[in-house]
């Protein structure tokens, strides 16, 4: 293990920052079972609660951190048996030595519930920003203010912008005056959500689904991918249709503006460019060279008529590097690709 990952796991120890149920949970499991069960029996049922959750949150607990929390465990810690593990058996062992079944089980139960609840936001905000936007412009604006209190701050940060400017200053108004959410609202709230991440989740798994065979579609051999299109066409048309349209692809190249068609070209190393520009076609090097200073023109005109005769495979190869640099430059923003539904050709 790196000396980096150590300090993080300790840093979660800190004393500075250890809450007071988080010390009781340690001190419980110094104890053992038994001395702690007898010392939880007196405590209230609001108490043990805290602490029980401390407890199945702690997971290894250095030895340190013990020797921080109880001082007079220094000579156990010194031996090297000061370290204890929470863990909510641990905590089922300790609670069960005292209390009634059903009291064990109602707070097991309770915490399962929020372990839940945690899982279903954490699912939640990690959906795209993009999504969770287009969900929360179908609630009305107190329940969305109510959500986006209950996401990360960088997740809220990302979706408030994307749902306009008036819905967005109001929403932030209800999000800072907002007053606690009674529990039942709030659960009613996580139960609609928890039926939503799930089919927003399939959604987003197909969409990907989609991407990364467009992007094995993009890379694949011409010849193979046109027998190939004939059967899925034929086998699964829509599937198909909507990785088509996610595809991009070097005939694609020239849909794009001039100026950006250019920035493409600028950046290609080597013979990249007179490589890729022998498989195209009349039209497209014609449009190519009118993005091109004369002096440039020129250049690449005499670096194609010098390759003499070349290997389709390494034509292919060059045009593929010439649309994946292009994508390359639409993910840092220096150039937009066109969509799917554009049907401004820049070929005449």
Known sequence: ???????????????????????????????????????????????????????????????EVVEMVLGEFTQKVISGSGSVVGSLSAAESMLRKFMPEDEVTSIL???????RESTMWRGFAALDETVIANYLKGEHEQTAAAILNNVETSVAAKVLPLLGPERMRDIAERMIAMEPVPLHMMQQIEETLKQDILSNTMHTSSVETHQRMADVFNQLDGQAFEELSSELDKRIPDAFQAIKQRMFVFDDLFRLPMQDLAQVMR???GATLPLAMRGAKKEQRDHLMECLPQRSRQMLMDEMAATGPVRGRDVRAAQAAMVEYAKSLADEGVIELPSSSDEDEFIE
Request: glycine share 10%; charged share 25%; with cysteine.
């Open 1 to 63: 293990m790196s000396l980096s990952s150590s300090k993080s796991r300790r840093a979660k120890f800190d004393a500075a920052d250890l809450t007071g149920p988080t010390k009781a949970a340690i001190t419980f499991l110094c104890l053992g079972e038994q001395e702690g069960s007898e010392l939880m029996k007196k405590l209230g049922h609001d108490q043990i609660e805290r602490i029980t959750s401390a407890m199945s949150r702690l997971g290894p607990i250095p030895s």
């Open 109 to 115: 139960e309770g915490l399962k519930t929020t372990e």
């Open 267 to 269: 950046g290609l190393d």
